[in-house]
């Protein structure tokens, strides 16, 4: 099978933050799926105000290879309507939609006709497309790249962090890490608009197996007032540094506390989700405490393979438990592991490409 995929290189473009999760999942883990090369198309250096050109550029590229399938993994409109439609009538597309929890009415559904095949990660829509006449549509799954080197021989990790969570700021995230600490619980942050800033995809595999307790966080909106709460605080709390003469830090944290507010009252992102973090971060050989998601159990066992949390209250409980719990954190470390071993995006691809030839 000839296999093409069309989109991102490097994480919003920016090569500083290595290879993006689209190209270890739609170009490494499918050839792998498949035992031949995909062939990538890239969209970086499109970005800006070259998007009739770059539409030429795919038509070319699909014209000399001729694929039997163009691998989609479109968040926005990153590629033009009418480009999807002339290459749906030429070749066969997939994109996968991995936020139908909460975009599937406001993205998934108004777009899903452009392509021959759709992939979802949540098995509660799929009734949906159907609903609205979409074929074709195949129940899926995040997962973790089988390109770790994991030995399992060594049984004393030099820890680096005693509690880490890797992923970008959100007025949500920063709530539930501010309530922690404090708690006198210390969380080390890594992500954009964190001080530390971002990492490479590298160095946070690594960090993941080198954080004795990772936080797997959403930065989904719940009906907790006291996010609205510690927001308006903080507005207040902003006003001090206007009194300092610390416009900067007024600007910063003002912003940042109106922004959590709007979040609350009008975001649409209320639902929890099943995230490729969850894959990741056990198949780094880390442990993680995760919000819970609807359907997580379908994929590790709530307890002995994954621990999970429904509000701040309870994930201070656990923090402070497993970081006590060396051994009990070790045994559901090493089961979900092995469980995460199962959850490949090899194995998904196999699967997808298989129902692909049944039809």
């Given at each position: 099978?000839?296999?093409?995929?069309?989109?991102?290189?490097y994480?919003?473009?920016?090569?500083?933050?290595?290879?993006?999760?689209?190209?270890?999942?739609?170009?490494?883990?499918?050839?792998?799926?498949?035992?031949?090369?995909?062939?990538?198309?890239?969209?970086?250096?499109?970005?800006?105000?070259?998007?009739?050109?770059?539409?030429?550029?795919?038509?070319?590229?699909?014209?000399?290879?001729?694929?039997?399938?163009?691998?989609?993994?479109?968040i926005?409109?990153?590629?033009?309507?009418?480009?999807?439609?002339?290459?749906?009538?030429?070749?066969?597309?997939?994109?996968?939609?991995?936020?139908?929890?909460?975009?599937?009415?406001?993205?998934?559904?108004?777009?899903?006709?452009?392509?021959?095949?759709?992939?979802?990660?949540?098995?509660?829509?799929?009734?949906?497309?159907?609903?609205?006449?979409?074929?074709?549509?195949?129940?899926?799954?995040?997962?973790?790249?089988?390109?770790?080197?994991?030995?399992l021989?060594?049984?004393?990790i030099?820890?680096?962090?005693?509690?880490?969570?890797?992923?970008?700021?959100?007025?949500?995230?920063?709530?539930?890490?501010?309530?922690?600490?404090?708690?006198?619980?210390?969380?080390?942050?890594?992500?954009?608009?964190?001080?530390?800033?971002p990492?490479?995809?590298?160095?946070?595999?690594?960090?993941?197996?080198?954080?004795?307790?990772?936080?797997?966080?959403?930065?989904?909106?719940?009906?907790?007032?006291?996010?609205?709460?510690?927001?308006?605080?903080?507005?207040?709390?902003?006003?001090?540094?206007?009194?300092?003469?610390?416009?900067?830090?007024?600007?910063?944290?003002?912003?940042?506390?109106?922004?959590?507010?709007?979040?609350?009252?009008?975001?649409e992102?209320?639902?929890?989700?099943?995230?490729?973090?969850?894959?990741?971060?056990?198949?780094?050989?880390?442990?993680?405490?995760?919000?819970y998601?609807?359907?997580?159990?379908?994929?590790?066992?709530?307890?002995?393979?994954?621990?999970?949390?429904?509000?701040?209250?309870?994930?201070?409980?656990?923090?402070?438990?497993?970081?006590?719990?060396?051994?009990?954190?070790?045994?559901?470390?090493?089961?979900?592991y092995?469980?995460?071993?199962?959850?490949?995006?090899?194995?998904?691809?196999?699967?997808?490409?298989?129902q692909?030839?049944?039809?």
């Open positions: 099978m000839n296999i093409a995929f069309i989109g991102y290189q994480p919003y473009g920016n090569k500083d933050f290595g290879k993006s999760l689209d190209v270890q999942i739609f170009v490494e883990s499918v050839s792998l799926a498949i035992e031949k090369k995909v062939s990538p198309f890239y969209i970086d250096n499109y970005m800006s105000n070259k998007k009739h050109q770059m539409d030429q550029d795919i038509k070319e590229f699909c014209d000399q290879l001729n694929p039997d399938l163009i691998l989609f993994n479109l926005n409109d990153e590629i033009s309507v009418d480009l999807l439609k002339d290459l749906k009538k030429k070749y066969s597309t997939l994109n996968w939609f991995g936020d139908d929890q909460w975009r599937y009415d406001s993205f998934s559904k108004k777009i899903a006709q452009y392509f021959t095949y759709k992939v979802t990660t949540d098995k509660f829509s799929v009734e949906k497309y159907k609903k609205d006449g979409h074929s074709n549509v195949f129940l899926s799954q995040w997962a973790g790249v089988e390109l770790y080197n994991i030995n021989t060594e049984d004393e030099d820890y680096k962090f005693d509690i880490s969570f890797i992923g970008a700021y959100s007025p949500v995230r920063a709530w539930i890490i501010d309530y922690l600490k404090s708690n006198g619980i210390n969380v080390e942050c890594f992500g954009f608009n964190w001080p530390s800033g990492i490479s995809s590298e160095q946070m595999l690594n960090y993941f197996r080198l954080s004795k307790i990772n936080l797997n966080l959403s930065n989904s909106v719940n009906n907790d007032f006291d996010f609205v709460k510690y927001n308006i605080t903080n507005l207040f709390r902003s006003f001090r540094f206007l009194l300092q003469f610390k416009a900067k830090d007024f600007y910063n944290l003002a912003i940042k506390s109106l922004k959590g507010i709007k979040l609350f009252f009008r975001y992102k209320t639902s929890e989700q099943i995230k490729a973090r969850n894959f990741e971060i056990p198949m780094s050989y880390g442990f993680q405490i995760t919000n998601a609807l359907s997580i159990e379908d994929y590790y066992n709530i307890g002995k393979e994954i621990v999970v949390f429904n509000n701040k209250e309870e994930l201070l409980k656990l923090c402070r438990y497993f970081i006590r719990e060396k051994k009990l954190r070790k045994k559901i470390l090493h089961r979900s092995l469980r995460s071993m199962e959850h490949t995006y090899v194995d998904r691809f196999k699967t997808i490409i298989n692909i030839n049944k039809l």
